[in-house]
């Protein structure tokens, strides 16, 4: 369960004063599939980084799973980050000098878990995506594709409830882009609580609730 | 993040940039290697001169003519005298002292040696049989000085065995005439092959009895009075008695300086030890110097490595797990470092054993601290970088294009 109230964000951009997030109230439930869409500046990665923990809000509460976080200290937050939170990103954020199953299994030795259930748990899930005869190779040897199911397989390995993708198609083409979404998609058929950051237009329909900004406001909040 | 998962990281991500750690690892490398090297090259020279003082003999006592001490004023220097003579008789007196085991006079020249057609120029040193027994030196063959009095001369000599050699190519020296300057003498001993100690080689040198000396290069006062203690404990007690006595004798005038072997090991082990310290301190810098590199390249890595930082805060790490990150790297290098500095260290100074006379060990304190001074300044100069890291926003880091 996600609540914001009031979240207001603002930056500072030279002389000028932003408002990334103004007045955001939102409630996701656990197991929702939400597209957040808008136009560039809207917004809506911003909000997607203050559900991540990544940003903190100037002023407005945000619980996530009932706990107010926003008075939780860097420390707690990694902890909210690495137990409750999977990341995917547009640009993958994959490190080069590792293999995929080394990429995978990052957010486990972060939280030292023994080398033996790391190397088991990610093998099981890169099976999962499909990628066990890659699991060996540095990202450099994938596609833009494979790349992104390791990340998203990466973002599963601490078994989280939220999954924050961002853009998680805008730099695939057609195909690969069409085989994560339903990998997204089947995720959150699974269970997992899906929010994704998109101009995808596709993803737009796809997704049970768009949530559209502009502005740094919710302008539209519709299940579809 | 458990230690050894810590150190992989570190190692895979130092791998990866492969230019910039091998920079890093030579320039550390480098500062202990100096280190070794130097403090290698001061110790062998305290070790030899330490060697050159102990070959001397043991437990010695020395008288030298004049007073070279600096303390108060001497009246009879200030009026012109010269010291008296430091006689014969003088070194008999000290050689009855109780605390005496033997002793020893010494007068040098330097002399064109000569037999049929061969000469060159040596050493002629003066004594007597009680040589021997003081320097510790081992004939080789025939006999040595005779033991009659100090005061008789005789026209006999003992040659070193490199003289020997050079000038009786073909035979047996003993026996043979030899001329020292406008002197015949008569060739009755051959020293051995061993003892070598400051200013003279024993292999070298021609002996021929003191009052041959004193009278062939017109000397009333011999150059040293050699004494052995009895024991060691006793060099202190001999070197005061032996004072004594002489003032008596010199109309109660100290007008000799007396020496122990023992203050002037002290001495110069002193010197060369501060000598060594001097060196380290050199070498030194390099490390501090690498330090400063360290610090440099892992800053440039920190913000080469932006994207990573925000991409590891994402997963949950944090704060002081990326500082510890990047710290271990920096220690990793710098111990890696240390450890390949050693080897070219040793293996150098291995080779400077071969190549010098000198023992040149690296003493183990100047070993262990560079190797300490080379992982301290991958700390401390890993400390700033790494708390950069750790202190980047991860929404603007992640911005970053990997």
């Not at chain 2, 010098?356 to 301290?376: E, F, H, N, Q, Y």
Request: charged share 20%.
């Amino acid at each position: 369960m996600i609540e914001l109230e009031a979240i207001e964000r603002t930056f500072q951009v030279g002389d000028q004063s932003v408002h990334a997030l103004d007045n955001v109230t939102l409630t996701i439930r656990d197991g929702e599939y939400v597209a957040v869409m808008g136009p560039s500046g809207s917004g809506k990665s911003t909000l997607l980084n203050v559900l991540g923990l990544l940003d903190k809000p100037n002023s407005g509460i945000y619980k996530l799973g009932g706990i107010d976080t926003t008075h939780l200290d860097d420390n707690q937050q990694a902890q909210v980050r690495s137990a409750q939170v999977g990341f995917v990103f547009q640009t993958f954020h994959l490190i080069a000098r590792l293999t995929a199953a080394e990429n995978i299994e990052l957010p486990m030795l972060l939280a030292g878990v023994p080398a033996k259930e790391r190397v088991a748990r990610a093998a099981a899930l890169i099976a999962g995506v499909g990628l066990t005869d890659r699991a060996h190779h540095r990202p450099d040897q994938l596609s833009g594709g494979q790349r992104q199911r390791v990340a998203i397989a990466r973002a599963l390995v601490m078994k989280p409830n939220l999954l924050l993708a961002d853009e998680p198609t805008g730099n695939l083409d057609t195909v690969s882009g069409r085989e994560v979404i339903d990998l997204l998609e089947k995720l959150n058929r699974d269970g997992y609580t899906l929010i994704v950051v998109t101009h995808d237009p596709l993803i737009g329909a796809r997704a049970r609730r768009r949530v559209v900004m502009r502005d740094g406001k919710v302008i539209e909040d519709a299940a579809t | 993040m458990r230690p050894l998962d810590l150190l992989m990281f570190a190692g895979q991500s130092l791998r990866r940039a492969r230019m910039r750690s091998s920079m890093m690892l030579l320039a550390v490398a480098i500062g202990v290697a100096a280190v070794i090297m130097l403090t290698a090259l001061g110790e062998g020279a305290r070790r030899y001169v330490t060697s050159e003082f102990a070959s001397l003999g043991t437990n010695l006592v020395i008288v030298i003519p004049g007073r070279t001490s600096t303390g108060g004023v001497n009246p009879a220097l200030m009026s012109g005298d010269t010291p008296r003579d430091l006689t014969l008789g003088d070194m008999e007196a000290v050689r009855r002292l109780p605390t005496v085991a033997d002793a020893a006079p010494l007068v040098i020249g330097q002399g064109t040696v000569s037999s049929g057609r061969r000469e060159r120029q040596t050493s002629v040193l003066g004594t007597t049989a009680n040589w021997l027994n003081v320097r510790q030196w081992k004939l080789e063959r025939g006999v040595f000085l005779p033991v009659a009095q100090s005061d008789r001369g005789g026209s006999v000599c003992v040659l070193g065995i490199r003289v020997a050699r050079e000038l009786y190519p073909d035979g047996d020296a003993v026996g043979q005439w030899l001329r020292i300057g406008d002197r015949r003498f008569r060739v009755i001993g051959i020293m051995g092959a061993e003892g070598r100690s400051i200013g003279f080689d024993a292999q070298d040198v021609v002996m021929i009895p003191v009052a041959s000396a004193l009278i062939m290069y017109n000397k009333t006062s011999l150059f040293r009075i050699l004494i052995q203690a009895r024991d060691r404990d006793l060099m202190q007690t001999t070197r005061v008695q032996v004072i004594d006595v002489l003032r008596k004798r010199h109309q109660n005038e100290q007008d000799v300086t007396v020496v122990t072997q023992d203050a002037m090991l002290t001495t110069f082990n002193g010197i060369f030890a501060a000598l060594t310290a001097a060196l380290a301190g050199i070498a030194g810098i390099s490390l501090l110097v690498a330090g400063i590199l360290i610090m440099n390249v892992m800053l440039v890595a920190v913000s080469q490595r932006t994207a990573e930082i925000g991409l590891l805060k994402a997963l949950g790490a944090k704060p002081r797990q990326i500082t510890s990150m990047f710290l271990t790297e920096a220690i990793l290098l710098a111990s890696v470092g240390a450890l390949i500095g050693l080897a070219v260290g040793e293996t150098a100074t291995a080779v400077m054993r071969r190549m010098l006379p000198i023992d040149a060990v690296a003493p183990r304190w100047a070993t262990l601290a560079a190797i300490g001074i080379a992982v301290l300044s991958g700390l401390v100069f890993g400390i700033l970088p790494a708390l950069r890291a750790a202190r980047l926003d991860p929404v603007l880091a992640l911005a970053r294009k990997i």
